[in-house]
């Protein structure tokens, strides 16, 4: 047997990519899954910032890039967080990644020691516990409910902190809630953590293009947290680019050299071709932007309607991002037809997997172990007919 590091076994493996996987082994059999586990546009990238990557390949943007970035993406990320945010960050305080996850990997290796103490609102990304844990850090949850929109107020955010806590890490759009911090809310919390200086901040803003509530509010607007908070985004859900792996963090200088030196050590820059594409991405035109948050949103109705029709499925109306979360609290404790006990929110995805043939994710993997997340990143058409399926399945549960 070969001797793995102990590090390997302590890096959980995400329950969203598990999940996606077994239903494609599922579908491979020839079963009509419908699959809302994954957490991915189903658009394909726009066609002129395909076109824009064939341009740059003919320019011979084909070499190794700056490991922070190609000057034109350095740039054209500045302007965009001075036009679209007001945010004021130079090219050199920015750095650009392979996709947001290693932003965030790079930026938590840079910020916590063994010992340290991050407070993350739940339900948070299924990834970030186990990149505070792979850094030495504890990842303390502080839990919210369906009842408060899954936010975490300034009350509770204050309660959490300790002499230990050296991070706050929340996204927000929120994955897998789908809830949107209000600039109100963000103020609140702004007025907590200026009473603690030692406190950095990571604001994962990966869904700021898919918000149904209007502009996009980021706490790095207040400038009393300008040095020592760090925003994180990319292209993948706003542009649907999953697969050119483009992310970048923006904050103060020393972070950014200090993840510069941490990714010149694992992978060295992004990919150049990637880079020029996302210029056009961010300096070109935005309708498609648009289109896609029109449809996402359309999408969120009719199939919120339809989980609303299930009874004893509470479940908000999110203002951004492409998820529901409901909470499925009263189905837990039930039997499936043939007897078997449905005791956890993994157990009750497992169900809707083997028989109502709809992938989902269970809130568990969120650090909120009463609901389950499914993604409208699917047809209408699909959506439906996966609402019907889950109610016939949810019906179906004895006692």
Not at 3 to 10: E, M
Not at 123 to 129: D, L, R
Not at 306 to 330: M, R, T
């Amino acid at each position: 047997m070969i001797p793995l590091s102990n590090r390997v076994d302590d890096i959980v493996e995400s329950q969203t990519l598990a999940m996606t996987k077994r239903s494609r082994e599922l579908k491979s059999t020839g079963v009509d899954v419908i699959n809302l586990s994954i957490g991915e546009p189903d658009f394909d990238t726009p066609a002129h910032i395909c076109a824009a990557a064939s341009a740059a390949m003919a320019k011979g943007y084909t070499h190794y890039p700056p490991v922070a970035g190609l000057p034109e993406m350095r740039t054209a990320i500045a302007n965009k967080l001075q036009q679209e945010n007001g945010l004021s960050y130079k090219a050199e305080n920015i750095i650009v990644s392979n996709g947001a996850k290693h932003s965030l990997l790079n930026a938590i290796l840079a910020l916590v020691n063994p010992g340290d103490e991050v407070l993350i609102p739940a339900p948070f990304w299924v990834s970030y516990p186990s990149m505070i844990q792979y850094a030495g850090g504890i990842p303390v949850s502080i839990p919210t409910s369906v009842e408060e929109d899954f936010k975490v107020s300034a009350v509770k955010l204050e309660a959490a902190i300790t002499p230990k806590t050296k991070l706050l890490l929340f996204s927000s759009p929120c994955n897998p809630s789908g809830s949107v911090m209000s600039k109100d809310e963000l103020k609140a919390w702004r007025d907590v953590l200026v009473k603690y200086p030692n406190i950095f901040i990571l604001s994962d803003e990966i869904y700021e293009k898919i918000n149904y509530a209007g502009s996009h509010n980021s706490l790095a607007e207040y400038i009393e947290l300008q040095d020592r908070i760090a925003v994180i985004n990319g292209l993948s859900k706003g542009y649907a680019m999953t697969g050119w792996r483009m992310g970048y963090l923006a904050g103060p200088t020393a972070l950014v050299s200090a993840c510069d030196k941490i990714q010149g050590l694992m992978t060295s820059g992004a990919s150049s071709v990637s880079q020029m594409a996302s210029v056009e991405a961010l300096e070109g035109p935005q309708d498609s932007v648009a289109q896609m948050k029109a449809v996402f949103e359309k999408r969120r109705n009719a199939f919120h309607a339809a989980l609303s029709e299930i009874p004893n499925l509470p479940c908000n109306l999110p203002d951004g991002a492409f998820y529901l979360f409901p909470d499925v609290s009263y189905y837990l404790g039930k039997s499936t037809p043939d007897g078997q006990l449905i005791s956890t929110a993994d157990d009750l995805c497992l169900y809707l997997l083997d028989k109502g043939h709809v992938s989902a994710v269970s809130g568990e993997a969120f650090g909120h172990p009463s609901c389950i997340r499914f993604s409208y990143a699917a047809s209408e058409e699909q959506l439906m007919k996966a609402g019907h399926r889950i109610a016939e399945a949810l019906r179906n549960l004895k006692d």
